[in-house]
C-alpha cells in the first residue's frame, strides 16, 4: 500500500493533469453524443463485453450503472477514466524519477490528450474500462520493476512478480489493446538504464524477465478467454496468421499502421514536433551510449550497448499497434494505436531523466517550451474533435429527423400503418461523399485523425439504423442484401422512388418496405 500512496506533490500534479485534460475535452463533453457500440449497447439492449472476451469490463460497468439496462451517464466514465489514467502518469514518473512538476504535467497532458485516445475518450460506456486497463498496465510494469530493483528475497520476488502477471491478465479482460502500455514501457525502461549503465547483460536479463511476465500473462488468459462465446467480428479480427507467415504478416501491420499514422497526422505542425521527438530520442540514445562518460570506457562494451539500445529502439517504433500487429486481419481502429500513444509519452520520460543530469543553463526551460507545444497541439485537435462531433451530430440529426417526417407523411399517403411497415438503408457507402458544413470539413483538412472519430452513423446499416431510433423511428429493420439485384451486390431499383429529396429517395418494395438509398 506504501507503494501505491501518493505524495502531496504528487496529488498536486494529479490535479493539474485532470484539470488540465477534462477542460480540453470540454467540447466533447458538452456534445454530448453517443459513439458507436453506445448507440446499440443503449438503445438495442443490454449487450455486455464478454463475446470480446473482456469480463470485468461487463462487471465494473455493470456495477457503476447499478444494475440493467445501461443508461447514458456521461461524462461520468470519461472522467473517471482520464482521473485513473492520470494516477497511472503519476507512477510512471516515479519509474523515471521524474521531479519538475511543470514537466511532469506537461508529460501527464501530452499523453492523456493523444490524438489516438480521443475515440477512447468520445465512448460512454468503454471509457471506463478502457483507462482501468492503461492503469492496470502501468501498475504491472511499477511493479515489476519495483520488484526487480528493491527486492532480494525469493518469497518477495515470486509474490512481486506475481501480482504483476495478475495485473495484466486484469489487463486483458478490460481491453486487451492496453497490454501496450506495459510492453512499451517496459522496452523504454531497459532502453534508459542501458543508456545510463552499459551493462548489456544485465539488460538482456531484465528483458527475458519482463518478456517472461508478458508471455505469462497471456498465456493465463487463454483458458479464461476461452470461456466465452466470441461473435463474428471477434473472431474475424482475431484470426492468427500461420507460423511460416508470421514474419510477413508482422511486417505488411508495421508497415500499415505507420502509413495509417502519418496520414492521420497529416502535415499540420503536430507531426514535424513528433518527427522531432524521435530525433531527441535518436540523438541521446548515441550520445550517452558511445560519448558519454562512464566507469566502463572499453569501446567493445559501448558499441554492444550502442547496437543493443538501437535493437530496442527500433523495436519500440515498430509498437504503434502492439499487440494487434501480430494478427492476420487487426482492426486499425484509431483506438488501437495505444501503443503510438505510449511511444510519445514515454520519450518525453526517456528524455527528461536522461537529459537532467545535463549541465546546460536553461534547459529545463527549453524542455518545458517543447513540451507545451506538443501539449497545446494536441489540446487543439481535442476541442476540435469535441466540436466537429457536435456538428456532425446536427447534420445527421437533421437528415433522420426529415426522414422520420417523410416515413410518416408516405405511411399516410399508401395507407400503411407504421407498425406494419418495414425500413432498410441501401447503398449506404454514399453518405461518405456527402460534403459536410465548412466547419467540419475544414478541421478534417488540418487534422484527418477526426476523420475517422466523427463517424458517419448513416454510412453504415447498422449504427445508421440504430441512430435513426434516437430520432424516433421504431419501424422493424430489413438487412440491405434482401434488395440487392442477383448480380450485383448494390440496391437497383426497378420501379421510381415514392419520394426524391436532394441528399436521399425513398422507394417502397413489397408494398410494405422503405428503402431508403442516399445520392452522391
Given at each position: 500500500?506504501?507503494?501505491?500512496?501518493?505524495?502531496?506533490?504528487?496529488?498536486?500534479?494529479?490535479?493539474?493533469?485532470?484539470?488540465?485534460?477534462?477542460?480540453?475535452?470540454?467540447?466533447?463533453?458538452?456534445?454530448?453524443?453517443?459513439?458507436?457500440?453506445?448507440?446499440?449497447?443503449?438503445?438495442?439492449?443490454?449487450?455486455?463485453?464478454?463475446?470480446?472476451?473482456?469480463?470485468?469490463?461487463?462487471?465494473?460497468i455493470?456495477?457503476?450503472?447499478?444494475?440493467?439496462?445501461?443508461?447514458?451517464?456521461?461524462?461520468?466514465?470519461?472522467?473517471?477514466?482520464?482521473?485513473?489514467?492520470?494516477?497511472?502518469?503519476?507512477?510512471?514518473?516515479?519509474?523515471?524519477?521524474?521531479?519538475?512538476?511543470?514537466?511532469l504535467?506537461?508529460?501527464?497532458?501530452?499523453?492523456?490528450?493523444?490524438?489516438?485516445?480521443?475515440?477512447?475518450?468520445?465512448?460512454?460506456?468503454?471509457?471506463?474500462?478502457?483507462?482501468?486497463?492503461?492503469?492496470?498496465?502501468?501498475?504491472?510494469?511499477?511493479?515489476?520493476?519495483?520488484?526487480?530493483?528493491?527486492?532480494?528475497?525469493?518469497?518477495?520476488?515470486?509474490?512481486?512478480?506475481?501480482?504483476?502477471?495478475?495485473?495484466?491478465?486484469?489487463?486483458?479482460?478490460?481491453?486487451?489493446?492496453?497490454?501496450?502500455?506495459?510492453?512499451?514501457?517496459?522496452?523504454?525502461?531497459?532502453?534508459?538504464?542501458?543508456?545510463?549503465?552499459?551493462?548489456?547483460?544485465?539488460?538482456?536479463?531484465?528483458c527475458?524477465?519482463?518478456?517472461?511476465?508478458?508471455?505469462?500473462?497471456?498465456?493465463?488468459?487463454?483458458?479464461?478467454?476461452?470461456?466465452?462465446?466470441?461473435?463474428?467480428?471477434?473472431?474475424?479480427?482475431?484470426?492468427?496468421?500461420?507460423?511460416?507467415?508470421?514474419?510477413?504478416?508482422?511486417i505488411?501491420?508495421i508497415?500499415?499502421?505507420?502509413?495509417?499514422?502519418?496520414?492521420?497526422?497529416g502535415?499540420?505542425?503536430?507531426?514535424?514536433?513528433?518527427?522531432?521527438?524521435?530525433?531527441?530520442?535518436?540523438?541521446?540514445i548515441?550520445?550517452?551510449?558511445?560519448?558519454?562518460?562512464?566507469?566502463?570506457?572499453?569501446?567493445?562494451?559501448?558499441?554492444?550497448?550502442?547496437?543493443?539500445?538501437?535493437?530496442?529502439?527500433?523495436?519500440?517504433?515498430?509498437?504503434?499497434?502492439?499487440?494487434s500487429?501480430?494478427?492476420?486481419?487487426?482492426?486499425?481502429?484509431?483506438?488501437?494505436?495505444?501503443?503510438?500513444?505510449?511511444?510519445?509519452?514515454?520519450?518525453?520520460?526517456?528524455?527528461?531523466?536522461l537529459?537532467?543530469?545535463?549541465?546546460?543553463?536553461?534547459?529545463?526551460l527549453?524542455?518545458?517550451?517543447?513540451?507545451?507545444?506538443?501539449?497545446?497541439?494536441?489540446?487543439?485537435?481535442?476541442?476540435t474533435?469535441?466540436?466537429?462531433?457536435?456538428?456532425?451530430?446536427?447534420?445527421?440529426?437533421?437528415?433522420?429527423?426529415?426522414?422520420?417526417?417523410?416515413?410518416?407523411?408516405?405511411?399516410?399517403?399508401?395507407?400503411?400503418?407504421?407498425?406494419?411497415?418495414?425500413?432498410?438503408?441501401?447503398?449506404?457507402?454514399?453518405?461518405?461523399?456527402?460534403?459536410?458544413?465548412?466547419?467540419?470539413?475544414?478541421?478534417?483538412?488540418?487534422?484527418?485523425?477526426?476523420?475517422?472519430?466523427?463517424?458517419?452513423?448513416?454510412?453504415?446499416?447498422?449504427?445508421?439504423?440504430?441512430?435513426?431510433k434516437?430520432?424516433?423511428?421504431?419501424?422493424?429493420?430489413?438487412?440491405?442484401?434482401?434488395?440487392?439485384?442477383?448480380?450485383?451486390?448494390?440496391?437497383?431499383?426497378?420501379?421510381?422512388?415514392?419520394?426524391?429529396?436532394?441528399?436521399?429517395?425513398?422507394?417502397?418494395?413489397?408494398?410494405?418496405?422503405?428503402?431508403?438509398?442516399?445520392?452522391?
Open positions: 500500500m506504501k507503494l501505491l500512496i501518493l505524495t502531496k506533490q504528487e496529488i498536486k500534479a494529479f490535479l493539474w493533469i485532470l484539470g488540465i485534460s477534462l477542460f480540453s475535452l470540454i467540447s466533447l463533453f458538452q456534445a454530448n453524443t453517443l459513439y458507436l457500440d453506445d448507440y446499440w449497447r443503449l438503445v438495442d439492449g443490454n449487450m455486455g463485453w464478454d463475446f470480446n472476451a473482456r469480463p470485468l469490463a461487463t462487471i465494473i455493470t456495477l457503476l450503472q447499478l444494475g440493467k439496462p445501461f443508461t447514458d451517464i456521461s461524462p461520468l466514465p470519461q472522467v473517471l477514466g482520464i482521473a485513473f489514467f492520470s494516477i497511472g502518469i503519476i507512477y510512471l514518473a516515479r519509474i523515471f524519477e521524474i521531479r519538475n512538476q511543470v514537466l504535467v506537461l508529460i501527464g497532458v501530452i499523453t492523456i490528450l493523444n490524438p489516438y485516445n480521443l475515440s477512447m475518450y468520445a465512448f460512454v460506456l468503454d471509457s471506463l474500462t478502457m483507462n482501468l486497463a492503461i492503469l492496470s498496465g502501468i501498475l504491472s510494469l511499477y511493479l515489476a520493476i519495483y520488484t526487480r530493483e528493491n527486492l532480494k528475497i525469493t518469497y518477495h520476488l515470486v509474490i512481486g512478480y506475481s501480482l504483476s502477471i495478475l495485473l495484466l491478465i486484469v489487463v486483458l479482460c478490460f481491453y486487451q489493446t492496453s497490454l501496450s502500455f506495459y510492453f512499451v514501457g517496459f522496452i523504454f525502461y531497459l532502453l534508459t538504464k542501458l543508456c545510463q549503465t552499459k551493462d548489456y547483460q544485465k539488460s538482456i536479463i531484465n527475458l524477465i519482463f518478456g517472461n511476465i508478458l508471455l505469462s500473462s497471456m498465456i493465463l488468459y487463454i483458458p479464461i478467454k476461452n470461456q466465452y462465446k466470441l461473435d463474428e467480428y471477434t473472431l474475424k479480427s482475431s484470426q492468427l496468421p500461420t507460423f511460416n507467415n508470421l514474419p510477413q504478416t508482422i505488411n501491420n508497415l500499415s499502421s505507420w502509413n495509417l499514422t502519418k496520414f492521420h497526422l502535415t499540420s505542425t503536430i507531426i514535424w514536433l513528433l518527427y522531432l521527438l524521435g530525433f531527441f530520442v535518436i540523438f541521446t548515441i550520445f550517452k551510449c558511445l560519448f558519454d562518460k562512464t566507469k566502463d570506457t572499453l569501446l567493445k562494451n559501448k558499441l554492444i550497448s550502442f547496437a543493443l539500445a538501437i535493437f530496442y529502439y527500433l523495436i519500440i517504433i515498430t509498437s504503434f499497434i502492439f499487440p500487429y501480430i494478427l492476420l486481419n487487426p482492426p486499425l481502429h484509431t483506438r488501437i494505436f495505444l501503443g503510438f500513444t505510449a511511444i510519445v509519452c514515454f520519450s518525453c520520460f526517456f528524455l527528461v531523466q537529459l537532467s543530469n545535463f549541465n546546460i543553463k536553461y534547459f529545463n527549453l524542455l518545458i517550451f517543447y513540451f507545451s507545444l506538443i501539449a497545446l497541439s494536441f489540446i487543439n485537435i481535442s476541442l474533435f469535441g466540436n466537429v462531433t457536435h456538428q456532425q451530430n446536427l447534420y445527421e440529426e437533421r437528415i433522420g429527423m426529415s426522414i422520420l417526417r417523410d416515413i410518416e407523411n408516405l405511411s399516410n399517403d399508401y395507407s400503411l400503418p407504421l407498425d406494419k411497415a418495414k425500413i432498410s438503408f441501401v447503398n449506404s457507402e454514399k453518405v461518405f461523399t456527402l460534403k459536410p458544413n465548412n466547419l467540419v470539413q475544414k478541421s478534417l483538412e488540418k487534422y484527418p485523425i477526426i476523420q475517422p472519430l466523427a463517424y458517419q452513423y448513416l454510412s453504415s446499416d447498422n449504427f445508421g439504423i440504430t441512430k435513426l434516437t430520432f424516433g423511428i421504431e419501424i422493424e429493420s430489413l438487412p440491405k442484401e434482401d434488395f440487392y439485384s442477383d448480380d450485383k451486390d448494390y440496391y437497383q431499383p426497378l420501379k421510381p422512388p415514392v419520394l426524391k429529396r436532394q441528399l436521399y429517395n425513398i422507394y417502397l418494395e413489397n408494398n410494405n418496405v422503405f428503402v431508403i438509398t442516399f445520392n452522391e
